[in-house]
């Protein structure tokens, strides 16, 4: 690619004024300098499917229509409204309302991109063919897995999701992506809501848990636990909630470097003790007991509110199918090469996003990243070139603080990788504006079309 075909993050900060900062705050790539905004690099005819219209299928829509213009694609998608998830934090802390984060799919697709609204049901690799619920097999010749993740409720025993937002039980992850339909934040902010009431009145256990499965926007727990400590601190209620973080794995965070940061920030609390090694598999509603497995065998907790992250899974169309992992702690996720995102031995076949196995953790921070690679891998395999980018692995959760602030956690597994020439192990209120007010719109205006 020429030099004069691309913009470095320079450039593009200038392109974007402030919102810019906010923009490439959250989710950027290589730690420094090598941003790019490709321009159309392959004018090769040949039909491109998508299977996924959340952030990573529109992403990849996006960025594949600009760099192959004679390209056909094709995007296949059940959902009429997209959601933006992040923002479901922000809806159950009262700081923002659900229509912010939802808009028509429609709006959103990229022109010249057919949506097909329609599901897929199963992958044929070997014969480029991809079968939907409604219009029959589809043939591709590049395909771009794009399909998130599912939740998996049954896992815990005695929870239904109807039950979400009654009974003290809330869950800002709640929400149904293959209809776009999103109630989450709503839900978990009366019970965070009526959980700040009761503690005027008498002592309370808030329980959060994070199940013994990959999970997306790590972070997002911490952030409630952190949030609402100082919620309570302000009003003078620290010791009248005691909160826990239960988790099926032994760390706080995945980073270590960030973990010995957040443990201090969980520290100035005093009433916050976490249960590691904690897997939820039932819950007692009548009783408010939460049940689990642990290795010294099943084990309860006490809680009059608790907030539960399901246990995730790759969805079943892609698990059953010959592009997942066979075996491992990976099982049934996609298999791609962590650099390139393409598959080993489907080299027409790529993957983005949530869907992927081990290659960072799950966020529209990688997505973002694996945007830009996964467009110039593509044009370059349509070119039938080497493939020129690797992704590094980078992955980001904004962990909410204090009100008001924010620690940018930005890394892959082996180190910090910040965006800015800042101390990333500050909280700051520059990354809580850019989450809470400007990101809602940029995710929508900016990162979906391809332009960040
Ligand atoms: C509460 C919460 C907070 C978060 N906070 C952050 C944050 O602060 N920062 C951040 O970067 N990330 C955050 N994330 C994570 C981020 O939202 C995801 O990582 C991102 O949306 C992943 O994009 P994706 O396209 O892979 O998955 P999704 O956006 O979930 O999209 C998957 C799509 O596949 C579709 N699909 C599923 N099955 C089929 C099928 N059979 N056929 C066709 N389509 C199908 C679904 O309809 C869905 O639209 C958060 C997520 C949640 C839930």
């Given at each position: 690619?020429?030099?004069s075909?691309?913009?470095?993050?320079r450039?593009?900060?200038?392109?974007?004024?402030?919102?810019?900062?906010?923009?490439?705050a959250?989710?950027?790539?290589?730690?420094?300098?090598?941003?790019?905004?490709?321009?159309?690099?392959?004018?090769?005819?040949?039909?491109?499917?998508?299977?996924?219209?959340?952030?990573?299928?529109?992403?990849?829509?996006?960025?594949?229509?600009?760099?192959?213009?004679?390209?056909?694609?094709?995007?296949?998608a059940?959902?009429?409204?997209?959601?933006?998830?992040?923002?479901?934090?922000?809806?159950?802390?009262?700081?923002?309302?659900?229509?912010?984060?939802?808009?028509?799919?429609?709006?959103?697709?990229?022109?010249?991109?057919?949506?097909?609204q329609?599901?897929?049901?199963?992958?044929?690799?070997?014969?480029?063919?991809?079968?939907?619920?409604?219009?029959?097999k589809?043939?591709?010749?590049?395909?771009?897995?794009?399909?998130?993740?599912?939740?998996?409720?049954?896992?815990?025993?005695?929870?239904?999701r109807?039950?979400?937002?009654?009974?003290?039980?809330?869950?800002?992850?709640?929400?149904?992506?293959?209809?776009?339909?999103?109630?989450?934040?709503?839900?978990?902010?009366?019970?965070?809501?009526?959980?700040?009431?009761?503690?005027?009145?008498?002592?309370?256990e808030?329980?959060?848990?994070?199940?013994?499965?990959?999970?997306?926007?790590?972070?997002?727990?911490l952030?409630?636990?952190?949030?609402?400590?100082?919620?309570?601190?302000?009003?003078?209620?620290?010791?009248?909630?005691?909160?826990?973080?239960?988790?099926?794995?032994?760390?706080?965070?995945?980073?270590n470097?960030?973990?010995?940061?957040?443990?201090?920030?969980?520290?100035?609390?005093?009433?916050?003790?976490?249960?590691y090694?904690?897997?939820?598999?039932?819950?007692?509603?009548?009783?408010?007991?939460?049940?689990?497995?642990?290795?010294?065998?099943?084990?309860?907790?006490?809680?009059?509110?608790?907030?539960?992250?399901?246990?995730?899974?790759?969805?079943?169309?892609?698990?059953?199918?010959?592009?997942?992992?066979?075996?491992?702690?990976?099982?049934?996720?996609?298999?791609?090469?962590?650099?390139?995102?393409?598959?080993p031995?489907?080299?027409?076949?790529?993957?983005?996003g949530?869907?992927?196995?081990?290659?960072?953790?799950?966020?529209?921070?990688?997505?973002?990243?694996?945007?830009?690679?996964?467009?110039?891998?593509?044009?370059?395999?349509?070119?039938?070139?080497?493939?020129p980018?690797?992704?590094?692995?980078y992955?980001?959760?904004?962990?909410?603080?204090?009100?008001?602030?924010?620690?940018?956690?930005?890394?892959?597994?082996?180190?910090?990788?910040?965006?800015?020439?800042?101390?990333?192990?500050?909280?700051?209120?520059?990354?809580?504006w850019?989450?809470?007010?400007v990101?809602?719109r940029?995710?929508?205006?900016?990162?979906?079309?391809?332009?960040?």
């Amino acid at each position: 690619m020429k030099k004069s075909e691309t913009l470095n993050r320079r450039d593009a900060m200038k392109f974007f004024g402030i919102a810019g900062v906010g923009i490439l705050a959250c989710g950027n790539n290589e730690a420094k300098a090598e941003t790019k905004l490709s321009m159309p690099s392959s004018k090769k005819h040949a039909r491109i499917v998508i299977a996924g219209g959340g952030t990573a299928g529109m992403v990849a829509a996006a960025r594949i229509r600009r760099a192959a213009p004679n390209a056909k694609i094709i995007l296949i998608a059940p959902n009429t409204q997209h959601l933006y998830q992040p923002g479901q934090l922000f809806v159950a802390a009262g700081l923002s309302n659900p229509e912010q984060n939802i808009r028509k799919t429609s709006d959103l697709l990229p022109n010249n991109v057919t949506w097909l609204q329609d599901k897929v049901m199963a992958f044929d690799p070997e014969n480029n063919i991809l079968e939907t619920e409604k219009s029959g097999k589809i043939l591709y010749d590049i395909l771009i897995v794009a399909l998130g993740t599912e939740y998996d409720w049954s896992r815990i025993e005695g929870l239904e999701r109807s039950m979400i937002g009654r009974e003290g039980i809330a869950s800002v992850y709640d929400n149904d992506t293959l209809k776009g339909e999103a109630d989450a934040g709503v839900k978990s902010r009366k019970v965070f809501t009526q959980m700040q009431e009761e503690a005027r009145k008498r002592h309370i256990e808030f329980l959060c848990t994070e199940p013994n499965t990959p999970i997306k926007g790590v972070g997002t727990t911490l952030s409630i636990l952190l949030l609402y400590s100082d919620r309570l601190k302000r009003e003078g209620l620290t010791k009248r909630v005691r909160f826990t973080f239960s988790k099926a794995d032994e760390t706080l965070f995945p980073s270590n470097i960030f973990q010995k940061q957040l443990w201090q920030e969980i520290d100035k609390y005093n009433n916050i003790r976490t249960a590691y090694g904690f897997n939820l598999t039932a819950i007692d509603i009548a009783r408010k007991k939460a049940i689990y497995e642990t290795s010294e065998g099943k084990k309860e907790l006490s809680y009059d509110f608790i907030h539960i992250v399901p246990p995730m899974q790759a969805c079943k169309v892609l698990a059953s199918s010959p592009l997942a992992i066979k075996e491992g702690k990976e099982k049934g996720w996609m298999l791609v090469n962590s650099k390139t995102l393409q598959h080993p031995k489907y080299q027409n076949v790529f993957g983005i996003g949530d869907i992927l196995g081990d290659t960072s953790g799950k966020s529209g921070g990688a997505v973002q990243h694996q945007g830009i690679i996964l467009q110039d891998n593509i044009t370059a395999a349509l070119e039938e070139k080497p493939l020129p980018y690797n992704y590094d692995g980078y992955t980001l959760a904004p962990i909410i603080t204090t009100e008001g602030k924010i620690l940018l956690a930005e890394y892959n597994k082996q180190k910090p990788l910040p965006t800015f020439p800042l101390n990333p192990m500050i909280s700051r209120h520059l990354w809580w504006w850019i989450q809470k007010d400007v990101m809602p719109r940029a995710y929508f205006d900016v990162l979906l079309r391809g332009m960040m």
